[in-house]
């Protein structure tokens, strides 16, 4: 049987592709293999290309997989085999560079690399793909959570992101096709549904009158699905309607990932977001008006070029005033090939790093606050495999709808299971729970609520 092995750096999206590229070679009869334990015939790095880091790791990895096996097939697909396909053809050993599209010619390809031992370069220009690449993932290994693929690209164009390059423009999934997998997964056992993609928001930006808001109706109507959940969405995406369904759907999770990037209206403007803080505050108000107990995190870059204290300042102060459940913080990182790379006053490194730890430490506290709203208070889990009950300490854990990670003690049988369970104790990464009942099915533990 032959062997591949695959090595996957970035975003979950990322890591969804890498899934679904190994349906094709599951599909073909091959077995995976570890990438750093085993030998394979075919490796298949997904790489990255947000940061300049992302590439030099990514390089990394193709040479490590190169040394492990040079006789073996080297796939380097992902966003930075998109930008730079001539640069990783140059590194020696190297047989296949795919792009951020045509993955599902892969098994072709890699065919083709076995017969006749020709590199093959099968990158063309993404800024002219109008239509969604269809590759379904219908199990996850480890998770009771399933992830469905609504939409690739972004239209944004933000001063300090290079990813419109290397995915392309807004292309949306055919909302049949959507539904159709989401129907499949339910039938599989998942009852939750993570609606994932570059850009999850500008879902239906390229249908016609067809939005976001009308697929999460739709999926609401599918028998067997008790949650849905959005991996990310803009702040400009949220309208009306989509609040709408926000407030009618018993299956939304109380749970919404808004990245503000910053909290002062000048470096937003420099970022080339499309909103001011007065417009985030009031959808974000609207929402939570809509959605009682809902989680709002959130993405923050810190020292932005031109960023000065006081816009520092006055982001702490807004971020604060928000409320949010928990603030994922990165530092400004020059990407080559962007606006803000070339822009002038860069802040000094040391800056950026005592400037992300306040942010982290007021982060933390944010999450704390919001978790003790909680305590008393009962929560639906899916226990989720893990260590927790793998390691034989009779714990289990799981994620709220509203996203608490609740651990309680339990064995693993629960695993996919609907529990009820009421949280005893705060804290920052993880609450204390106690279970109060298991149901197979959320609507009748709804009832009894």
């Known amino acids: 049987m032959s062997t591949v092995a695959f090595y996957t750096l970035g975003c979950k999206v990322n890591f969804y592709d890498t899934e679904a590229m190994w349906q094709l070679f599951k599909n073909e009869g091959y077995e995976q293999v570890d990438f750093e334990a085993a030998t394979a015939d075919v490796y298949v790095i997904n790489t ?13 990895i193709i040479r490590r997989a190169v040394r492990r096996n040079p006789d073996a097939v080297i796939a380097v697909t992902g966003c930075y085999a998109q930008t730079s396909p001539a640069e990783i053809m140059a590194i020696e050993g190297v047989d296949l560079v795919v792009g951020t599209q045509d993955r599902d010619k892969l098994m072709t390809y890699v065919s083709q690399i076995q017969a006749e031992r020709k590199p093959i370069n099968a990158v063309r220009n993404i800024m002219k793909t109008r239509t969604f690449e269809e590759l379904d993932v219908p199990d996850f290994a480890d998770h009771t959570r399933a992830f469905l693929k609504i939409q690739e690209g972004c239209n944004n164009f933000c001063t300090f992101c290079i990813i419109p390059w290397s995915r392309g423009l807004s292309r949306s999934r055919d909302p049949e096709s959507v539904l159709s997998q989401a129907r499949q997964l339910v039938a599989s056992g998942y009852k939750e549904i993570v609606l994932t993609g570059i850009h999850t928001g500008g879902y239906g930006d390229d249908l016609e009158n067809y939005r976001l808001s009308d697929l999460l109706a739709d999926l609401d109507r599918i028998e067997g699905l008790e949650r849905i959940r959005i991996s990310s969405i803009e702040a400009s995406q949220i309208d009306d309607a989509m609040i709408a369904v926000l407030n009618s759907s018993s299956k939304m999770c109380r749970h919404l990932h808004i990245p503000l990037q910053a909290g002062d209206d000048e470096i937003l403007k420099r970022m080339r977001r499309k909103y001011t803080t007065a417009e985030f505050a009031e959808k974000i108000a609207k929402i939570k008006a809509a959605m009682p107990g809902v989680a709002i995190t959130t993405d923050v870059i810190v020292g932005f070029p031109g960023e000065t204290e006081a816009h520092y300042e006055n982001g702490y102060r807004f971020m604060e005033e928000i409320g ?16 803000a790379a070339r822009m002038e006053d860069q802040v000094d490194e040391e800056v950026k790093h005592e400037r992300v730890h306040r942010l982290i430490d007021l982060s933390e506290r944010m999450q704390a606050a919001y978790a003790d709203e909680w305590v008393g208070r009962v929560v639906e889990i899916i226990p989720e495999r893990g260590e927790k009950g ?3 300490s009779g714990l289990m854990s799981g994620h709220s709808d509203n996203y608490l990670n609740v651990v309680f003690r339990g ?10 369970v009421r949280v005893v104790e705060g804290g ?22």
Do not use: I, W
């Open 48 to 60: 990255c290309t947000v940061t300049n880091t992302g590439d030099k790791k990514s390089r990394q």
């Open 324 to 339: 949010f459940a928990e603030m994922h913080v990165f530092p400004y990182s020059k990407r080559t090939g962007t606006p």
């Open 390 to 392: 793998e390691a034989g």
């Open 411 to 420: 064995d693993p049988s629960l695993v996919g299971k609907l529990c009820r």
């Open 428 to 449: 920052v990464n993880e609450v204390r729970g106690e279970l109060l009942e298991v149901r197979e099915n959320a609507g009748a533990m709804a009832a009894n609520a």
